[in-house]
């Protein structure tokens, strides 16, 4: 993600005024620099490890991200940077997750470590670390530029130290931020500190017996045995609650920046109140939105609702997840797998769009963001006789998939082959996987969900001049000429005349999309697809005639029914 920066005097001023939200959160932070005066700045992003990462986690890792190079532009690279993939695997595992293996192996050991769960994939030393593990190859694939940090590493190193005694010697500032916050019945036995059990190993949930700051210890007793014990607080022998964990780590490394969903808003405050109970400053950030199912309900790790990272990587590139990503952090948005040909053309898109843009519009555009201010050059078509390059989008891919009824890539590699001769899968690679990506949806939901109807006699009518129109066509017809002539046929039908259309005249109507929605349901048995002309310029004038052939003989349809 993260790339040299190429900066000019245009860029950096383009930067400071721009309206582009990573830029609005990097100026929070350059306002946090002018008052301190500190030379560097430390990004935080947390992951808790009970499920197995999921697209929420890449989404604050990549807009943070964005956040940090909006930053070093506007800084013009004169403050250091870093961010911090922070795992919290050392909290005790509460319940059994619902998407896992070996479910008896895991339920065994709840409560203690997630680093100390076996692992029930049975790949790693620990539940914990299989999950850190997926979490870091797919930052790592991405080409994040960031530095893992394990809870338990940290606890037990001695580096939180410090910290933990400090708040044990604020404890009682620390309750009086707490207390308020629950119920009684949770408030009479709430500790901040939790004691993992020398003998079972098991993060204990216990009120305490006391505490002895100067010596850095806690006694609490063990509710089902009734033995006492004293546990210092550091050393890895004792961990914190989450939300005084929060606060004390954004104390114990300085913390300037990290952001956090809706859900953690009072946590947020909590935790940012605890911080300066300690003496120490809560960083910068916002609250983004949470991701829903189709259903609508929030994506959760443990139930394995939404997709997972894994499920979009198959289906199409990480590219088009970041730019899922970053449109509009704040507003809620459905994630599953219809999300999917959608992005991918929004990314599409706005990388060809990307060379013609001003630097104030280019910081505006998603991919400055995605590639960290290097965005590589749209991958484009030249058809035989023709100057300008084409871009292909993902949802051209799906109707020649579609048509052709193809799960080879190959198949489609004919078609593109066809139509600009020097295009290859070597040097065309991105376009490359993207067919790949094509197939796969194209199996996996296109397909199975495809449905043809009957074209009714207006219909027929239309489907007969446009077979017409289409022979009449001079060979090699580009896919601009294609669609005016397409527009001909549809501006002459009634049914089809849009009068509200701009440019729109009595002599000459616009065109209305029922025309192209009727082209899409009858021919290719979907309710919508790319521009027609350019699909009948990739696909070929003889073999869209052949199609309008077969449907007018209800050969689509009857093939369904069977």
């Not at 620990?126 to 994040?144: E, K, M, V, Y």
């Not at 960031?146 to 410090?162: C, I, Q, W």
């Not at 021919?523 to 004038?541: H, N, T």
């Amino acid at each position: 993600m993260s790339a040299p920066l190429q900066l000019s005097s245009e860029l950096v001023d383009a930067a400071r005024v721009s309206p582009a939200w990573p830029f609005e959160e990097a100026r929070k932070l350059v306002k946090r620099i002018e008052a301190s005066g500190q030379k560097n700045v430390l990004f935080e992003t947390g992951y808790g490890p009970s499920g197995l990462p999921h697209i929420g986690t890449f989404g604050e890792v990549a807009r943070t991200s964005m956040v940090r190079r909006a930053f070093e532009v506007m800084t013009e690279g004169k403050v250091a940077t870093r961010l911090l993939a922070f795992s919290d695997d050392m909290d005790g595992l509460r319940k059994v997750p619902d998407n896992i293996p070996n479910k008896e192996l895991v339920a065994a050991h709840l409560g203690k470590p997630l680093t100390q769960v076996p692992d029930p994939f049975g790949t790693h030393e620990s539940f914990g670390a299989h999950n850190n593990a997926r979490l870091r190859a797919f930052l790592d694939a991405f080409g994040f530029e960031y530095e893992f940090a394990s809870s338990t590493e940290y606890y037990k190193s001695g580096r939180f130290d410090a910290a933990l005694k400090h708040m044990l010697a604020r404890y009682d500032a620390v309750m009086e931020i707490m207390l308020p916050s629950f119920r009684e019945e949770r408030a009479a036995t709430y500790s901040p500190f939790l004691p993992v059990h020398p003998k079972t190993g098991i993060v204990m949930q216990v009120a305490l017996d006391g505490y002895d700051a100067q010596a850095g210890t806690i006694s609490w007793t063990d509710p089902d045995t009734g033995e006492k014990f004293t546990t210092p607080v550091t050393g890895g022998h004792c961990k914190l609650q989450w939300k005084p964990d929060w606060a004390m780590r954004w104390y114990a490394l300085g913390v300037d920046y990290e952001m956090a969903g809706k859900d953690l808003i009072d946590s947020v405050k909590l935790s940012g109140a605890i911080v300066r109970a300690l003496g120490g400053r809560a960083p910068e950030g916002f609250n983004y939105e949470l991701f829903l199912d189709e259903k609508g309900q929030k994506i959760s790790k443990s139930k394995g609702n939404g997709l997972t990272i894994e499920e979009w990587l198959t289906y199409a590139s990480p590219e088009s997840l970041a730019q899922f990503m970053y449109q509009k952090p704040t507003a809620a948005k459905r994630l599953y797998f219809d999300v999917i040909p959608r992005a991918v053309d929004d990314y599409l898109s706005f990388l060809d769009a990307y060379p013609r843009q001003d630097w104030k519009n280019r910081l505006g555009n998603p991919v400055w963001h995605i590639h960290a201010g290097e965005p590589p050059e749209a991958e484009v078509l030249v058809h035989t006789g023709e100057a300008k390059g084409t871009s292909v989008s993902f949802a051209m891919l799906l109707n020649l998939a579609t048509v052709a009824n193809a799960e080879d890539p190959a198949v489609l590699w004919g078609f593109l082959h066809r139509y600009a001769p020097t295009v290859t899968p070597e040097n065309h690679p991105r376009l490359d996987k993207l067919v790949g990506y094509a197939v796969a949806y194209f199996r996996d939901f296109v397909k199975p969900a495809k449905s043809y109807r009957a074209a009714d006699e207006t219909e027929r009518e239309v489907l007969r001049k446009i077979d017409e129109t289409l022979c009449a066509l001079p060979a090699g017809a580009s896919a601009e000429e294609i669609q005016a002539a397409l527009y001909d046929v549809g501006r002459a039908a009634p049914r089809y005349q849009d009068f509200n259309a701009k440019g729109a005249t009595p002599e000459r109507p616009g065109v209305s999309n029922d025309f192209f929605n009727m082209l899409y349901e009858v021919l290719l048995g979907e309710k919508k697809g790319p521009r027609f002309g350019s699909f009948i310029a990739l696909y070929g004038v003889a073999e869209t005639r052949k199609l309008i052939e077969d449907a007018l003989k209800g050969a689509f349809v009857a093939r369904e029914t069977a």
